[in-house]
């Protein structure tokens, strides 16, 4: 061997920060209230106060798993690397799940602690015969805000608080499990995506990329999109090897709350879910407020509406970076950063590129074949099951047989994409909500986004529903902007220029509300069922 094998660990992330940016900010909204900071530095020797209180106190052992619930907080960023950097496993859990769903998950992985914030713990409590494999719970706090309970309750602060703040890393295995994410599980039990030291650095290490989320020492990043799903897209990693301002939003995730949050700390990053967005845009629009100091919003786990990516140039000077992932993927997949040619576009035709979902990053390659296993052509048109394979991707389940979703070292994301002759890839549609019309395809989504663009709809959904001629055709399903009211017609007007004719929906259905999964995006199984016959009922097929 001609080179050194130093393994890639989490650990050594937190110690190039000691090192290279100790001064370097951590600002968060607390659950308390008050805004915290500190930096890198003072972090770090949190997080080996954890670690030592892991070990001597609670005889956690490397491999066993650690389960949060919580925000993005400073403290939720502490076990982030003191679980990690013990050799245990981060598992943390979305709190927007069933209650039976997470009492699955902290069984399923045999989690041995968790450490809830104060807003969880109702939830914990009413589990509370439910979580055999627990020996304890940790509240996030300090003494002062600690809970009446019928549990046994440990204090966070308490807990770390006469612990060393020194602690050697153990040299792992970089192919040893660090942390662990379940799938929202639309259908069937969450499936858990356990992510290795290697996977984790490989993967923050390519989400700073200029061409990727460009993350720098220049940077201070606002991610909304939750520490309990999908590590935050990798940022408190990403952001720590950089040296870059990290801005935790805690439980404000109202447009209100991150604006002021965005003008105090001067953030120039922000990322999340479209609805995040659609929440502070109309904030900003009722307030007539501008952000000045953010250069990117980053758009994925949904994709971004044309509406969105305009107000955000046009109002806010601010560039949609459109991106693609999932849990399986730690989740980047791909980016659609500004290039060259993008510059050069008229406007309205980059507007229209950046709903693309990106190019892959380095590390990811991408695929797509039809329904015989045949690689289809990336020529922008051909569209067919979307499959990726890379250094941070799933090879398995977490203690899980299925095997369904792995194809010949393969990853089958689910998604039904094109992608073009420079590996630019769109989504099509997840292939379960695909409607097949007459033989031919019509893309949920794509309907969903340019019919959002009304400006008396703030939230739309789109089903397949049974047509006896066509088999499948298009409902849209849609909420009324407060105070507005739209007729079906003037939806279908509205969408006559901007689809072809054959997808305009065969009915439009307005609700109060539209029902989302743990991670944000639209539930449609149960919605699928409700209205399967909504046509013939209404005398419209
Ligand atoms: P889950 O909610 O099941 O945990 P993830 O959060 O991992 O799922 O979401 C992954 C899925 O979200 C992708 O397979 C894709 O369908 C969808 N998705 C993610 N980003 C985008 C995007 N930018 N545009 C469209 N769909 C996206």
Redesign the pocket.
């Known amino acids: 061997m001609s080179m050194m094998q130093q393994p890639m660990l989490i650990s050594s992330i937190l110690e190039h920060a000691i090192v290279s940016h100790p001064n370097a900010e951590i600002v968060t909204r607390t659950v308390e209230g008050p805004i915290h900071r500190y930096t890198y530095a003072e972090a770090a020797k949190r997080s080996k106060q954890l670690a030592n209180a892991l070990g001597d106190k609670l005889g956690v052992k490397q491999g066993d798993r650690i389960a949060t619930l919580a925000w993005n907080t400073s403290r939720h960023y502490e076990l982030y690397f003191g679980v990690s950097g013990m050799g245990a496993i981060t598992h943390t859990i979305n709190p927007r799940l069933f209650p039976e769903q997470i009492a699955y998950i902290v069984g399923h992985a045999e989690d041995r602690y968790l450490f809830v914030d104060l807003t969880f713990l109702p939830l914990i409590e009413a589990l509370k015969d439910k979580l055999p494999s627990l020996e304890g719970v940790v509240v996030l706090t300090d003494r002062e805000h600690m809970p009446e309970s019928d549990l046994e309750l440990l204090c966070y602060e308490e807990l770390i608080a006469d612990c060393s703040e020194t602690y050697e890393w153990p040299e792992l295995d970089e192919n040893a499990g660090a942390a662990l994410c379940y799938?929202?599980?639309?259908t069937g039990n969450p499936k858990g995506v356990m992510y290795t030291h290697r996977s984790t650095v490989l993967h923050a290490m390519a989400a700073c990329q200029n061409d990727a989320l460009g993350i720098d020492v220049d940077s201070a990043i606002l991610p909304v999109v939750p520490m309990f799903?999908?590590n935050a897209w990798g940022t408190p990693y990403a952001a720590t090897m950089m040296g870059a301002k990290m801005i935790f939003p805690g439980a404000g995730m109202d447009g209100a709350s991150i604006y002021e949050l965005v003008e105090s700390e001067k953030a120039t990053q922000l990322l999340g879910v479209p609805t995040i967005w659609l929440g502070l845009l109309n904030y900003l629009d009722e307030v007539g407020k501008k952000l000045d100091t953010v250069h990117t919003v980053v758009?994925?786990?949904?994709?971004?509406p044309l509406s969105m990516v305009k107000a955000f140039q046009e109002k806010h000077d601010a560039f949609l970076l459109?991106?693609?992932?999932?849990?399986?993927m730690s989740?980047i997949g791909t980016v659609n950063s500004l290039t060259q040619k993008m510059r050069e576009m008229p406007i309205e035709e980059r507007y229209q590129h950046q709903l693309k979902?990106g190019r892959a990053v380095f590390g990811v390659e991408m695929k797509i074949i039809d329904d015989d296993g045949k690689a289809l052509p990336h020529d922008g048109e051909a569209y067919g099951r979307l499959l990726v394979r890379g250094p941070w991707i799933v090879d398995e389940y977490y203690k899980n047989e299925d095997r369904s979703s792995f194809v010949d070292g393969w990853f089958d994301?689910?998604?039904v994409a094109t992608i073009d002759s420079d590996n630019t890839m769109q989504?099509v549609d997840?292939a379960k909500d695909v409607i097949k019309s007459g033989g031919e395809w019509i893309s949920s989504?794509e309907l969903e986004n340019q019919a959002v663009g009304h400006p008396d709809l703030s939230e739309c959904c789109v089903i397949g529903v049974a047509h006896p001629k066509w088999d499948e055709r298009p409902l849209l399903l849609a909420v009324r902007k407060e105070g507005t009211d739209p007729s079906p017609d003037s939806i279908r007007e509205f969408l006559e220029d901007k689809v072809a004719k054959w997808w305009l929906p065969d009915a439009v259905v307005f609700v109060d509300e539209l029902p989302h999964?743990?991670?944000g995006?639209l539930l449609k199984i149960g919605l699928r069922k409700d209205y399967a016959n909504y046509l013939t009922e209404n005398g419209l097929a």
């Open positions: 799938t929202s599980g639309t799903h999908v758009v994925g786990g949904a994709a971004a459109h991106a693609w992932g999932m849990t399986e989740p979902q994301t689910g998604d989504i997840r989504i999964t743990a991670t995006k």
